[in-house]
């Protein structure tokens, strides 16, 4: 969820003919554009695929992504098999359990981060005209010695963002969501490298690990193999 006074500022990017809307719009539009013109650019429209596999905490961990409409797969495998931690196949999220105990009732609240992480975890604000989201350049703004260009990102049906860019690379440096009750997690990615085409992030940190502490999710492989859209759906019942 965003707090009341960013959404008081998402009412600015809907007041039709605003000089300040349109500015707003504009700037938050050049960082997003420099952002996919250093990574890639026009080689991120060919991506049809989206998969990769690391490590996450303590877990190892896999998951597809599907970079043309809405799909999520994350699967752990410890001990006693595979674990299906999220499926989302664009409408319903569900989950399984080591031992087969299967979840997901189409509840909002699930369906709304199974979104939210389809939709970051694909750089989904680098495709404007595949998923439905709003910008608002909120400045420059200084961390860690280093100078960002920082856009307020509201997907639609998922939760906002603030993107970080780094004014000296335009890459995306850092996340920051603000969630319910003031809690904010800020994650913050680094370890860039050039996978056939495109360029991405490795490394990601973040903030909301038990009692403060830091969380490391590290991919070890990326691909961008097309999955059958089958993976995002709750397989049937045996």
């Known amino acids: 969820?965003?707090?009341?006074?960013?959404?008081?500022?998402?009412?600015?990017?809907?007041?039709?003919?605003?000089?300040?809307?349109?500015?707003?719009?504009?700037?938050?539009?050049?960082?997003?554009?420099?952002?996919?013109?250093?990574?890639?650019?026009?080689?991120?429209?060919?991506?049809?695929?989206?998969?990769?596999?690391?490590?996450?905490?303590?877990a190892t961990y896999e998951r597809w992504i599907d970079p043309l409409r809405y799909g999520l797969r994350v699967e752990t495998r410890e001990r006693p098999g595979v674990t299906v931690l999220r499926g989302f196949n664009g409408a319903g999220e569900w989950a399984v359990t080591a031992d087969g105990q299967r979840t997901g009732d189409g509840e909002a609240g699930p369906v709304a981060v199974a979104?939210?992480?389809?939709?970051?975890?694909?750089?989904?604000?680098?495709?404007?005209?595949?998923?439905?989201?709003?910008?608002?350049?909120?400045?420059?703004?200084?961390?860690?010695?280093?100078?960002?260009?920082?856009?307020?990102?509201?997907?639609?049906?998922?939760?906002?963002?603030?993107?970080?860019?780094?004014?000296?690379?335009?890459?995306?440096?850092?996340?920051?969501?603000?969630?319910?009750?003031g809690r904010t997690v800020t994650t913050e990615l680094s370890d860039y490298r050039k996978v056939g085409p495109v360029k991405a992030a490795f490394r990601f940190v973040s903030d909301d690990a038990p009692g403060g502490a830091f969380r490391v999710r590290q991919l070890k492989s990326l691909d961008f193999a097309p999955a059958d859209r089958a993976l995002f759906s709750l397989p049937p019942q045996r």
């Not at 404007?128 to 200084?142: H, I, M, N, T, V």
Request: a positive charge; one cysteine or more.
């Open 1 to 58: 969820m965003i707090p009341d006074r960013r959404l008081i500022l998402f009412g600015l990017i809907c007041a039709a003919g605003s000089p300040v809307q349109a500015q707003s719009a504009h700037d938050a539009q050049a960082a997003i554009d420099r952002a996919r013109d250093v990574s890639g650019g026009k080689a991120w429209n060919g991506l049809r695929g989206w998969h990769e596999s690391g490590t996450d905490g303590s």
């Open 115 to 181: 979104r939210t992480e389809a939709f970051y975890g694909v750089y989904g604000f680098l495709f404007p005209s595949r998923f439905e989201a709003r910008s608002l350049y909120l400045g420059d703004r200084r961390a860690n010695g280093r100078s960002f260009d920082v856009v307020l990102l509201q997907p639609w049906g998922a939760a906002g963002r603030e993107l970080w860019f780094d004014r000296s690379t335009g890459l995306l440096g850092r996340m920051v969501e603000h969630g319910a009750g």
